[in-house]
């Protein structure tokens, strides 16, 4: 049977009771999330606070409107603080494909593995945006997570749902981005944790063996990317015993920009396809709107923009033509005949 808790090797627990709008208890900040409020509070520019004199007035209740925010701002100031050499540190990572969701025929679950590979215990903050912007879940998600020890989850989403911060309703059918932000004023290169993914499906429902893809999330850093590039390809009608594949296009708004502080400001990107035989420009330049922490997919690139089939590869490019946030792009390529698939990332 399959486990929806998650469970925490060797000293990491949850702070339990988050509701999904975070309004139902006052939680607690740690120190660093603490400071960072009143960092914010202080509108004094890109540079760090110390942790010293936050007191239980600076407090961020659960049901505080600003939660989201604080959540994020933590990661934009974590970041800025681990470029800059900081008074305190912590550093954020962004995880674009999260996902509990129905799929034409098979469920679809990711699980998450968080390490911390320092010597010194970390207190991990969450934020789950859902690509319909309908969810915006943030809190703590573990307490303590001791140096040279790992949290696993086979199914994040359900794990968010048994600890009170998404409803058993909306944990049945969600995707969307997850932002981690690792708290200890010690980790100062971005390098003493790691976060790896495995989205997958079994291929008979709720029995094994299954099939999925992986990935590493990324550690959020300035001067990120705001123009993307990558291949993509679709043999429906390939034949000669060709794999057939279609290929879907995800496209996050990360919500940082350059300097490192948050970003709340939507993006919109556009994008252009080219033959990758040819070098020609075919098919329509469609624009993308994507609120702060937003992700997007486009399934079957093919079919959803009128691509010719007879071009079985092309050069995608997306580019930001508003907005400041640092984007995220990848590509799912599927399997039509097994809905096996493999996701790579654009660059």
Request: proline fraction near 4%; hydrophobic fraction near 35%; glycine fraction near 12%.
């Amino acid at each position: 049977m399959r486990s929806g808790t998650g469970e925490a090797h060797e000293g990491g627990s949850y702070l339990s009771g988050g509701g999904v709008d975070l309004r139902d208890e006052a939680v607690e900040p740690s120190a660093a999330l603490c400071g960072r409020k009143t960092r914010r509070a202080s509108a004094g520019g890109p540079g760090c606070v110390p942790l010293s004199g936050c007191g239980n007035q600076d407090a961020v209740g659960a049901g505080s409107e600003n939660w989201r925010d604080l959540v994020r701002f933590v990661a934009g100031v974590a970041l800025t603080c681990l470029i800059a050499g900081p008074a305190f540190a912590g550093f954020a990572v962004d995880l674009p494909i999260v996902a509990g969701v129905q799929g034409v025929s098979t469920r679809f679950y990711t699980a998450v593995d968080i390490t911390n590979t320092s010597a010194v215990a970390t207190d991990v903050a969450f934020e789950y945006i859902s690509s319909d912007y309908t969810i915006d879940a943030a809190g703590t998600l573990l307490t303590g997570l001791a140096g040279g020890s790992s949290f696993h989850t086979e199914d994040i989403i359900a794990t968010l749902a048994s600890h009170g911060f998404l409803t058993s309703n909306q944990a049945k059918n969600t995707k969307g981005t997850m932002l981690l932000t690792f708290l200890s004023p010690a980790f100062t290169a971005g390098t003493e944790a790691t976060v790896t993914v495995r989205t997958y499906n079994f291929l008979t429902s709720g029995k094994t063996p299954s099939v999925g893809f992986s990935y590493t999330g990324f550690t959020l850093r300035r001067r990120g990317p705001h123009s993307l590039d990558t291949i993509a390809s679709d043999t429906t009608t390939a034949g000669g015993g060709v794999p057939v594949v279609v290929s879907n296009l995800g496209i996050e708004d990360v919500g940082i920009n350059d300097q490192g502080l948050v970003d709340t400001n939507p993006v919109t990107v556009q994008l252009a396809f080219t033959d990758a035989h040819t070098g020609a420009p075919i098919g329509p330049q469609p624009t993308i709107n994507l609120k702060s922490g937003q992700v997007t997919q486009i399934n079957d690139l093919w079919t959803t923009y009128g691509l010719p089939h007879t071009t079985t590869s092309v050069i995608v490019t997306a580019t930001e033509t508003a907005g400041t946030a640092q984007i995220r792009g990848y590509v799912s390529v599927k399997d039509v005949s097994t809905n096996d698939g493999s996701v790579y990332f654009m660059r």
